[in-house]
């Protein structure tokens, strides 16, 4: 019925179109048609990704700096490469780096998963307290995480005093920034807070794409709802957790803004994700060759663990 | 006895309770610091900073004030000097011994922010939809390359392109400007537009453009005719993404912008009243910021599961 009611509208329409347009693009076949609309999004993104891709490339050989543009440049060949790889506060940074992938990602993954099943149960409302638990993936990470320095105060912010309330130690008495064994947390809670909702979502997705009457069979087969959770929920909605944990590992292996408001690497360097590494070389001390080579190295890294995972999920898609 | 269809699946009315609660126990938990953040907005300096934090208070206009004027501290037989406070935010700063000397940065910042996320949104979004046009119907070399490399250019630290493109930038006069800012975040989004939209285009069936074809339409007007009508939902969802993404960008903005261009992102953190922040007014400057995104969370809700998933779930 569409059809038919769309080619009348269609016929009239086209009688509508001004013959100079319709001479000049009907003499495109779809191959220039196809190369028309893909070309501008492929210059884009080589212009204001690959060339500085490229040039990150080429600086990470050289001892360039970018505040003394005027100093002779020098082929320094793999020398910041060896350097890095062999520097201890670069491999700290990294195990901060993991600390942080690697428990936001379990607390988002559990949390999200957990809260996902019970918004599946359809409970009155569902709707409604779902949209409330999106809004922190939608604020702001920097002048949201900025604020989560007011709630962390010792003395007058909120957080310590709830935590205070409820553990009967006194507000005061535990600093979540200026500590360096619980700052690393301090930006794990932080993240989870905004994060959860969105592996929440990802879930919610897989758990909607189960058809029912997988579980019908299972109740003719008189499986128990334990048995059910395990054989079909899980299984069939992981694929989707999977999903969520590769966007949340690559966006958290980058983390630069919330982390950087929240504490800028400190107390010392103890949260001194890889990113602020970087920003600290790049920015504050300006060695351009230097950070461009560690630059490089971080993008391997992603890229290479990105696409190893990646297999991975399409392995368990195709099972 | 009920004889609803599903009925063997139906979760009972006391397990939906209990999930209920406990989803109600949570989104309760995560809201409290955005309550707490529109709360310190309208309290006074003295009220933002006392203990135990307090949740009951005189509400204050004075964080609002100060976000929005700067302000000069003078004697008080200077100000007897001066005639009736002009407007509200000269009165409350009066009390404090302080005339408003002018506005702050913080409407230019807005503005720029505005300016420049739904600039670039509008155009990843366009370029988005030609791409994942081009891609979903015509035979393209290397497709498959092609697409892998529009999506790989995400995973690069935003500090690692920073770098090259602030001394490109300052190369080509593009450093500090909006058009810089609104290039660099379609660049961005523009990555996302197209894996979105395809998933959305693919799903069009190609009936409708032959049918239109036959009929004596151009490829391009079934395009625009037939197909755009039809991905207005995942143009929806993608525009939606894109646009937060711009508009709470911190890390570009931080590094390349300095004071032309700025957003409001790395501008909040830094209103500082005397000695130290000025929490009322960094909370009103939040509170302001966040208005645009929750009225747009609330209003397209139901684009977002689709746009999150890649458009894999169907509706």
Request: net charge positive; with cysteine; aromatic share 14%.
């Amino acid at each position: 019925m569409n059809d038919l009611s769309a080619t009348s509208q269609i016929a009239y329409q086209a009688a509508l179109v001004r013959p100079r347009v319709v001479r000049r693009i009907r003499g495109l076949s779809d191959q220039a048609l196809a190369w028309l609309f893909i070309t501008p999004t492929i210059v884009l993104l080589l212009a204001i990704n690959i060339f500085p891709l490229i040039w990150t490339i080429y600086l990470s050989f050289t001892n360039y700096r970018a505040n003394r543009p005027n100093v002779p440049m020098r082929w320094m060949g793999s020398d910041w490469y060896q350097s890095i790889l062999t520097d201890p506060d670069i491999w700290s940074a990294m195990q901060v780096t993991a600390h942080f992938v690697f428990w936001t990602v379990v607390i988002e993954t559990v949390l999200g998963f957990g809260l996902a099943f019970l918004i599946d149960k359809k409970f009155r409302g569902h709707g409604i307290w779902t949209t409330i638990i999106l809004l922190p993936m939608m604020l702001s990470p920097a002048v949201v995480g900025n604020f989560w320095t007011f709630l962390y105060q010792p003395q007058i912010g909120l957080f310590n005093y709830v935590v205070g309330f409820f553990t009967g130690n006194a507000a005061s008495s535990f600093q979540m920034l200026g500590d360096v064994r619980l700052s690393p947390w301090a930006i794990v809670i932080v993240d989870a807070w905004m994060w959860t909702p969105y592996v929440m979502l990802i879930c919610l997705a897989g758990l909607r794409s189960i058809p029912d009457y997988i579980y019908e069979a299972a109740e003719v087969d008189r499986a128990s709802k334990w048995r059910q959770f395990w054989s079909i929920t899980l299984p069939m909605a992981l694929p989707f957790i999977m999903l969520a944990v590769l966007f949340r590992g690559i966006e958290n292996f980058k983390m630069f803004d919330m982390v950087n408001l929240l504490t800028g690497g400190g107390p010392g360097s103890t949260t001194e994700v890889a990113s602020i590494t970087l920003k600290r070389a790049a920015f504050e001390s300006w060695r351009t060759g230097y950070s461009s080579a560690f630059a490089i190295i971080l993008f391997v890294t992603v890229f290479g663990l990105a696409n190893i995972y990646v297999k991975a999920l399409n392995r368990v898609k195709s099972r | 006895m009920s004889i609803a269809a599903h009925s063997v699946v139906e979760p009972t009315a006391g397990t939906r309770r209990f999930a209920g609660s406990l989803v109600m126990l949570y989104a309760v938990i995560t809201m409290i610091p955005l309550v707490w953040i529109v709360l310190t907005s309208f309290k006074s300096p003295d009220d933002a900073i006392s203990y135990p934090p307090k949740v009951v208070f005189q509400p204050s206009l004075e964080g609002y004030c100060n976000l929005v004027t700067t302000r000069s501290r003078q004697t008080p037989d200077f100000i007897q000097t001066l005639g009736p406070p002009q407007g509200l935010c000269d009165g409350i700063a009066r009390d404090r011994n302080m005339v408003v000397a002018g506005p702050s940065n913080y409407v230019p910042r807005f503005i720029n922010s505005l300016i420049i996320a739904f600039a670039s949104t509008v155009l990843a979004v366009a370029l988005g939809t030609l791409s994942a046009y081009g891609f979903s119907r015509f035979r393209v070399p290397l497709k498959d390359d092609l697409l892998f490399f529009i999506l790989s250019t995400r995973m690069m630290p935003p500090i690692a392109v920073a770098i090259p493109i602030y001394l490109m930038y300052r190369a080509i006069g593009l450093s500090d400007t909006r058009l810089g800012m609104i290039l660099l975040y379609t660049s961005v989004n523009v990555s996302l537009a197209v894996w979105l939209l395809k998933g959305f285009i693919d799903e069009i069936p190609r009936e409708y453009e032959e049918a239109a074809m036959i009929d004596g339409y151009t490829r391009f007007q079934a395009f625009v005719r037939v197909v755009l009508p039809q991905a207005t939902t995942g143009i929806a969802a993608t525009a939606i993404f894109c646009l937060i993404f711009a508009w709470n960008e911190y890390a570009f903005a931080v590094l390349l912008t300095s004071g032309n261009a700025q957003t409001a992102p790395p501008f909040i953190p830094i209103i500082i009243g005397e000695g130290g922040q000025d929490w009322p007014a960094v909370a009103a400057g939040t509170t302001l910021f966040l208005v645009p995104i929750v009225v747009f969370t609330v209003l397209l809700r139901r684009h977002l599961l689709r746009g999150i998933t890649f458009g894999a779930v169907r509706k």
